[in-house]
């Protein structure tokens, strides 16, 4: 199947400091990619809806300001939390979909843990 | 608007027996419906979906799963469980032609041997 990278799969960082994700489809070219938090024992909570040169769709309560996406590209897109703080720590997932069949692929999630 | 409740937050089973999770849906217009399991710390992995024809759909490791319209269902099974099922599983909704998934909260799958 298609294969979805993220890349930190984890990092540490101190509060303040700011923190880049990766998301990289490997073998096809997505025009539309999906970041996701998901928090302890909780479901995903879609955060926004990332496409290929233009601005990103942030859903509702979601800072665009904080979490900054950009997808400069047909196979990266890029979430960087800007100003961590505590709260921030989380599991952070990527989905890409392969324009073919529509079908989303996950990246394997990026452990964010703000100290 | 599109939500999905999944109950049961955690379902042990012997390894052996019957897999059953269960998910409901709700949904304004036809909806895709998909399930996804999730290994500790890794991301998300397709088991099965179900957009449109067959109502029973097939996924890989032996699942499968029935859309019941009637009932608004689309609960996952399988025959037999084996130890390397255990995982966390997420029933997802979305709308006809759209790609934004919406998640249920998940089932946490035991395999007690």
């Known amino acids: 199947g298609a294969v979805v990278s993220q890349h930190p799969s984890r990092v540490i960082c101190k509060s303040g400091t700011s923190v880049k994700i990766e998301c990289r489809s490997l073998d096809f070219q997505a025009t539309t990619m999906f970041w996701y938090r998901q928090f302890p024992k909780k479901s995903l909570m879609l955060m926004a809806t990332?496409?290929?040169?233009?601005?990103?769709?942030?859903e509702q309560g979601v800072e665009k300001d904080k979490f900054l996406i950009n997808h400069a590209s047909l196979t990266l897109s890029t979430l960087t939390v800007t100003s961590a703080h505590p709260e921030d720590s989380s599991f952070y997932i990527c989905?890409?979909?392969?324009?073919?069949?529509?079908?989303?692929?996950f990246g394997q999630g990026t452990r964010l843990t703000v100290v | 608007a599109q939500s999905v409740t999944q109950l049961g937050s955690h379902v042990s089973v012997s390894e052996g027996a019957l897999v059953l999770l269960r998910c409901n849906y709700s949904?304004?217009?036809?909806?895709?419906l998909f399930w996804y399991v999730q290994y500790p710390n890794q991301g998300l992995q397709l088991l099965l979906k179900?957009?449109?024809?067959?109502?029973l759909v097939k996924g890989i490791n032996g699942f499968e799963a029935e859309f019941k319209k009637s009932e608004t269902s689309f609960h996952l099974t399988k025959p037999s469980a084996h130890m390397s099922d255990a995982a966390e599983y997420f029933c997802?909704?979305?709308?006809?032609?759209?790609?934004?998934?919406?998640f249920g909260t998940g089932t946490r799958l035991t395999v007690i041997p």
């Open positions: 990332s496409n290929e040169g233009s601005k990103a769709t942030y």
């Open positions: 997802a909704v979305t709308l006809t032609g759209a790609n934004n998934l919406f």
């Open positions: 989905s890409a979909i392969r324009p073919v069949n529509t079908e989303a692929f």
């Open positions: 949904s304004s217009v036809p909806p895709y």
């Open positions: 179900y957009t449109t024809g067959a109502t």
